[in-house]
């Protein structure tokens, strides 16, 4: 496995820019920063972050695949979820956050014009202006008759909306906090620069939210355990109760109930780099080439649904949500066209299988005012959470 610059100039003229801009607040801040800053700067620094800057990122010639990009039917099911509601509230919107190269957003409203059950607008958050310019030149080209339904914003609407939220993988984009467990105290992981070279560091937190978070999971992690924990999860999820006022929210990512999520043998914690489709867990390579993630815990984002107007409506793994909402069916259409089934097939077995994305990716639903069968969730394992 190669993990080496690439040969193009820009890229490294660009990855070099970055880890300018990282050392130079790594001496601000006296010698270190925390991991969370670092992957905040590493991922979204104005211009210059892995989702900031303008190189590709999605598909073959990037650095990974996700789901709306491997297959249409994959936003299909999901419109076919986000139809139930919006036939259910008033005057109904969806607001997608990180929408990739507008893909997902594309397949969704193709599917909705079809069924005549289009949202009033479809409002796309996305804090990357590169991006936001790929998914108006997606969203252009493939349905520009809908184009106009269309917005983009840097944060959610001002008034509450009905509708549906979703987010796809964005959860998994947000910097986390790196801490590592001893038998009396808490640590946490800072990175400072050596030689240029982007080095760990670990010491007594000072951050006293960090400190009960992961002495609260004491009771589950031996001795020198290592992980994560996303410290603005919990206000990510209330800001949407805020803005919705009935709907649904539909969040998928790759990740775990709590009791797996920390489980002994993830004693390294979930960090995961992609570049150029390899994963990898060192973040301190690479900056500015490489996704840098962290696992989701579901069952954070159920507990952040306490004292809100959320309801935790339904929790799933992708291959149940999808198969419930009709993906086989979906797949089945086109069975006539021999070639495209075929190419339509291998891409619906990666949606499912287990050792794909079928059970590492799991999908929660929040609610709030809605009374409806939701059929994503038939197959529903809440119990887990
Ligand atoms: C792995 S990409 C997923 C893109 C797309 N949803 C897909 O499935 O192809 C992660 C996206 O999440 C976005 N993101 C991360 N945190 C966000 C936030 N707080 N609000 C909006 N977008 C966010 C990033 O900018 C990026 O576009």
Excluded at 245 to 271: M, N, S, V
């Amino acid at each position: 496995m190669s993990l080496s610059l690439p040969d193009d100039p820009l890229a490294i003229e660009h990855h070099h820019r970055l880890k300018a801009y990282i050392n130079a607040q790594i001496q601000q801040a006296g010698g270190a920063i925390s991991f969370q800053a670092f992957m905040e700067s590493a991922l979204y620094a104005p211009q210059l972050g892995y989702y900031s800057a303008g190189m590709r990122k999605f598909g073959a010639g990037g650095d990974f695949v996700t789901a709306p990009e491997l297959s249409a039917l994959f936003s299909q099911c999901l419109a076919k979820q986000c139809q139930a509601v919006l036939n259910s509230v008033e005057n109904g919107v969806i607001i997608e956050f990180g929408a990739g190269t507008g893909i997902m957003a594309t397949d969704i409203l193709r599917s909705l014009a079809q069924w005549d059950c289009l949202p009033s607008r479809y409002y796309i958050v996305e804090l990357s202006p590169s991006l936001q310019q790929v998914q108006q030149e997606t969203l252009k080209s493939q349905v520009p008759e809908l184009f106009s339904r269309v917005e983009w914003l840097q944060q959610l609407p001002s008034e509450p909306v009905q509708g549906v939220i979703l987010a796809n993988e964005v959860l998994d984009a947000m910097p986390v906090q790196r801490f590592q467990l001893t038998d009396d105290d808490v640590l946490a992981f800072y990175v400072t620069a050596e030689m240029d070279i982007f080095q760990w560091q670990t010491r007594s937190t000072n951050d006293n939210v960090l400190r009960q978070q992961v002495e609260a999971l004491r009771p589950l992690l031996p001795v020198g355990y290592t992980s994560e924990i996303n410290p603005t999860l919990s206000a990510w999820v209330q800001s949407l109760a805020d803005i919705l006022e009935k709907g649904l929210a539909i969040l998928i990512d790759y990740g775990f109930p709590r009791a797996e999520y920390y489980h002994p043998q993830r004693h390294q914690g979930t960090l995961m780099c992609h570049y150029r489709h390899q994963a990898h867990g060192d973040p301190l390579i690479l900056v500015g080439l490489q996704d840098i993630t962290a696992h989701v815990d579901f069952t954070a984002v159920a507990e952040a649904t306490i004292g809100t107007d959320w309801n935790v409506a339904g929790y799933t793994n992708q291959a149940n949500f999808l198969l419930s909402l009709g993906l086989m069916e979906a797949l089945a259409q086109y069975q006539a066209d021999e070639v495209r089934y075929y190419n339509m097939s291998q891409a619906v077995k990666r949606l499912l299988l287990p050792s794909e994305m079928g059970e590492l990716f799991k999908v929660i639903g929040l609610s709030k005012h809605l009374d409806i069968s939701l059929a994503g969730f038939t197959l529903d394992q809440r119990g887990r959470l």
